[in-house]
């Protein structure tokens, strides 16, 4: 239960640092780019923020919330000790990244004879030892505020003797993500004995190669038609680099059927016996396989199982609802979810025929090959579009319908005489532009290692000579970058550094910096934009603010106000979430909360609106899910959110999966119990200034 650090996906500060001043007595200062205004700004923060920043983000709560991980780690560590006590010794436990110390409590409840839990985050620490005393532990168990591999032991060491029970859990999405195998490879060597248990005690790897046009287009830039005869093609480099090893972990529960076709059968490709200790550092496995089907395999689905006792009786597995062994009714989890490796390049196999299926790791990451000659080296991207565009960004750029959207509403605009401006991160607007007949194209790419992968695009296209790409922002922007008068301003709008849908005002404010540049009749794409809500009921993702109170009989009530806390004095108010991936129900009709006119420069004044709506059903509040459509013309409109209007009756929600929707988490989870009787009040504020729009969402009778 150590502090993961690779599941931060959802707990990210939507300002990241830029670096920090701090003058003596005197509370430090941090640096941030501001992602909608895209203005340099200080902010005053505690001493302790780092720390503060941490356990707001940790996904503990997610972690503890997981009932069927916490009632199998209490079966295994009572077998261990008892397994231990039928051998005639004293059961001695050490617990590695004890967290909330629910496992040292757990073993020390359970007959243990010593329990040491060692936590290397002081703030957790401290917790632990507040919570192991409040539940009547705190003789028993000893908190090392150390990590493992500093650990001594010895009569003058952290430890009298080396354990012979380690219960950990310092796992992620990938398994060893979190540095399963040094940390255990290391406690074998130097903290534990040769015949001890480990809970769990082994682990088993699964894979299934599939065949997916949906998810390969989140792997590789495919061809972009814009006229019968031309289309926008990936340079050789892009064709050629295999990508990189890092994983896409998905809720694949939500990735439907008709999505992808399996090409082999789940298969076992790596086991690892955490009680021996007899895997290395790096490792390689080929399991032969014949193919379900003829087809292409794109990529492969992993997820993991562990065997909790050493009979192997108890398990515990992260396997999708369709592969698990409790079909539709397995439980819901998010800090483990399975992952997408996608192949260096699609493989093409024949029904029946024989396939090698080959998995590599290293210390922290796995990586898959099929039917491959001579050495597998970890993939390293060699295009740069790997390390700039995410998975979501490369599936947004190929969307067909989203690209043929922008293309009908250009065509109407560019003319042979037309100069265009484009002003988005990585985007194919000023080819589309420039193939469409304009005489000359800008784009504003201020990220150096996206405009490097823009300009090998660009020269793969042949479009050097009426493409100029523009390292400055909007905002830094010379008289002197550009020769003639803007007839089309352009923009999806999509900026590395928006993390939630509004964060792409950004290009309003780029747009009113580049006023002087635009000509009278200057055309702006998109025009405006409308910020759209709705009131949802969540399956399971209010897990991640909810306190966890009593967990297995333990009184965890001091880490619940440690953690809110912490969220309220970090964490903005707003969470980004990729919506498909959670399921839940619309709690009222989406609605629109307010509009912006883009053909118009910002306004000085703030944006206020106030309104109400009525709830559709009966259920729980969860929150506000929040996203923008912009309309790029009169006619068009592309979503960031939801795909389908919602109204009476209607529960099916279609989420826009390249997009990540913003979720204002209503603190009381407030019950309707009587959509009759309530409604959603609410107001909203945009402030110019700073760029931030503050929201109130309450529920109130009619």
Same mark, same amino acid.
């Given at each position: 239960m150590s502090l993961p650090v690779k599941c931060l996906k959802n707990f990210v500060k939507l300002s990241q640092p830029l670096g920090r001043m701090a003058c003596k007595d005197a509370a430090p200062l941090t640096s941030r780019i501001n992602p909608t205004t895209g203005k340099l700004e200080w902010v005053v923060e505690d001493e302790n923020y780092d720390f503060v920043q941490e356990i707001a983000r940790s996904a503990y709560t997610d972690m503890l919330h997981d009932d069927d991980r916490n009632k199998k780690y209490l079966i295994g560590i009572k077998k261990a000790i008892a397994a231990i006590h039928a051998r005639g010794q004293t059961a001695d436990v050490l617990d590695i990244g004890t967290g909330t110390g629910l496992l040292a409590m757990m073993a020390a409840q359970n007959g243990a004879d010593t329990v040491h839990a060692c936590e290397a985050f002081e703030p957790i620490g401290r917790a632990a030892q507040k919570i192991i005393a409040k539940n009547g532990f705190g003789e028993k168990i000893k908190v090392i505020m150390k990590r493992s591999t500093e650990v001594t032991v010895g009569p003058d060491g952290d430890l009298p003797r080396r354990a012979n029970i380690l219960p950990a859990e310092v796992f992620d999405t990938e398994l060893i993500g979190e540095g399963a195998v040094p940390t255990y490879l290391h406690a074998h060597r130097h903290l534990l004995t040769e015949d001890c248990i480990c809970v769990p005690h082994s682990a088993t790897v699964y894979a299934q190669v599939v065949q997916s046009d949906h998810l390969h287009l989140s792997h590789k830039l495919q061809p972009i038609r814009i006229t019968e005869n031309d289309d926008i093609i990936a340079h050789e480099k892009m064709n050629q680099c295999g990508g990189s090893a890092s994983v896409y972990d998905l809720q694949l529960s939500q990735v439907t059927p008709d999505q992808f076709q399996p090409i082999t059968e789940p298969i076992e490709v790596l086991n690892f016996n955490f009680s021996k200790g007899d895997f290395s550092q790096r490792g390689t496995n080929t399991v032969n396989v014949p193919s379900l089907v003829s087809g292409q395999c794109h990529c492969v689905f992993m997820w993991w199982e562990l065997q909790m006792d050493t009979e192997g009786e108890v398990t515990l597995s992260t396997a999708p609802t369709w592969a698990h062994p409790e079909g539709a009714r397995a439980p819901w989890r998010d800090h483990w979810m399975q992952a997408v490796y996608y192949l260096p390049?699609?493989?093409? *196999?024949?029904?029946?025929?024989?396939?090698?299926?080959?998995?590599?790791?290293?210390?922290?990451?796995?990586?898959?090959?099929?039917?491959?000659?001579?050495?597998?080296?970890?993939?390293?991207?060699?295009?740069?579009?790997?390390?700039?565009?995410?998975?979501?960004?490369?599936?947004?750029? &190929?969307?067909?319908?989203?690209?043929?959207?922008?293309?009908?509403?250009?065509?109407?605009?560019?003319?042979?005489?037309?100069?265009?401006?484009?002003?988005?991160?990585?985007?194919?607007?000023?080819?589309?532009?420039?193939?469409?007949?304009?005489?000359?194209?800008?784009?504003?790419?201020?990220?150096?290692?996206?405009?490097?992968?823009?300009?090998?695009?660009?020269?793969?296209?042949?479009?050097? &000579?009426?493409?100029?790409?523009?390292?400055?922002?909007?905002?830094?922007?010379?008289?002197?970058?550009?020769?003639?008068?803007? %007839?089309?301003?352009?923009?999806?709008?999509?900026?590395?550094?928006?993390?939630?849908?509004?964060?792409?005002?950004?290009?309003?404010?780029?747009? $009113?910096?580049?006023?002087?540049?635009?000509?009278?009749?200057?055309?702006?794409?998109?025009?405006?934009?409308?910020?759209?809500?709705?009131?949802?009921?969540?399956?399971?993702?209010?897990?991640?603010?909810?306190?966890?109170?009593?967990?297995?009989?333990?009184?965890?009530?001091?880490?619940?106000?440690?953690?809110?806390?912490?969220?309220? %004095?970090?964490?903005?108010?707003?969470?980004?979430?990729?919506?498909?991936?959670?399921?839940?129900?619309?709690?009222?009709?989406?609605?629109?909360?307010? $509009?912006?006119?883009?053909?118009?420069?910002?306004?000085?004044?703030?944006?206020?609106?106030?309104?109400?709506? &009525?709830?559709?059903?009966?259920?729980?509040?969860?929150?506000?899910?929040?996203?923008?459509?912009?309309?790029?013309?009169?006619? $068009? $409109?592309?979503?960031?959110?939801?795909?389908?209007?919602?109204?009476?009756?209607?529960?099916?929600?279609?989420?826009?999966?390249?997009?990540?929707?913003?979720?204002?988490?209503?603190?009381?989870?407030?019950?309707?119990?009587?959509?009759?009787?309530?409604?959603? *009040?609410?107001?909203?504020?945009?402030?110019?200034?700073?760029?931030?729009?503050?929201?109130?969402?309450?529920v109130a009778d009619r």
């Open positions: 390049k699609p493989v093409t *196999v024949q029904v029946g025929q024989s396939m090698d299926v080959t998995v590599s790791h290293d210390d922290y990451s796995l990586w898959f090959t099929v039917n491959s000659q001579g050495p597998v080296e970890r993939p390293i991207c060699q295009c740069g579009a790997h390390a700039v565009w995410s998975r979501p960004r490369f599936a947004m750029l &190929n969307d067909s319908l989203r690209n043929a959207q922008f293309i009908s509403a250009l065509k109407k605009v560019v003319t042979a005489s037309s100069t265009c401006l484009s002003v988005s991160d990585g985007s194919m607007l000023p080819l589309f532009a420039a193939k469409l007949g304009a005489e000359k194209v800008y784009s504003i790419e201020p990220h150096s290692l996206s405009r490097r992968v823009m300009k090998d695009i660009i020269r793969a296209n042949q479009q050097s &000579n009426k493409i100029t790409v523009i390292p400055e922002s909007a905002q830094e922007l010379k008289p002197e970058c550009i020769q003639s008068k803007i %007839d089309v301003l352009i923009a999806e709008p999509f900026f590395i550094s928006s993390l939630l849908p509004w964060h792409s005002l950004y290009f309003w404010y780029c747009r $009113t910096s580049l006023a002087q540049h635009l000509s009278d009749d200057a055309v702006i794409l998109p025009r405006g934009a409308c910020l759209k809500a709705v009131a949802m009921e969540f399956d399971h993702l209010w897990k991640f603010y909810a306190p966890v109170g009593d967990l297995e009989g333990f009184d965890v009530r001091i880490f619940d106000d440690l953690t809110q806390k912490a969220s309220q %004095d970090t964490d903005d108010t707003e969470e980004p979430h990729h919506l498909w991936e959670y399921p839940g129900r619309p709690m009222t009709s989406d609605f629109g909360l307010m $509009t912006f006119d883009f053909t118009k420069c910002i306004p000085d004044e703030p944006i206020n609106v106030a309104g109400e709506i &009525n709830f559709l059903r009966p259920g729980t509040c969860h929150g506000i899910a929040l996203w923008m459509d912009f309309d790029i013309d009169d006619k $068009t $409109t592309t979503t960031t959110g939801l795909r389908n209007s919602l109204g009476p009756g209607e529960d099916k929600l279609d989420w826009c999966r390249m997009w990540k929707q913003g979720v204002r988490f209503m603190k009381q989870n407030p019950i309707i119990d009587d959509e009759r009787r309530h409604k959603l *009040v609410y107001k909203a504020s945009f402030k110019p200034s700073s760029g931030s729009i503050f929201f109130d969402f309450e």
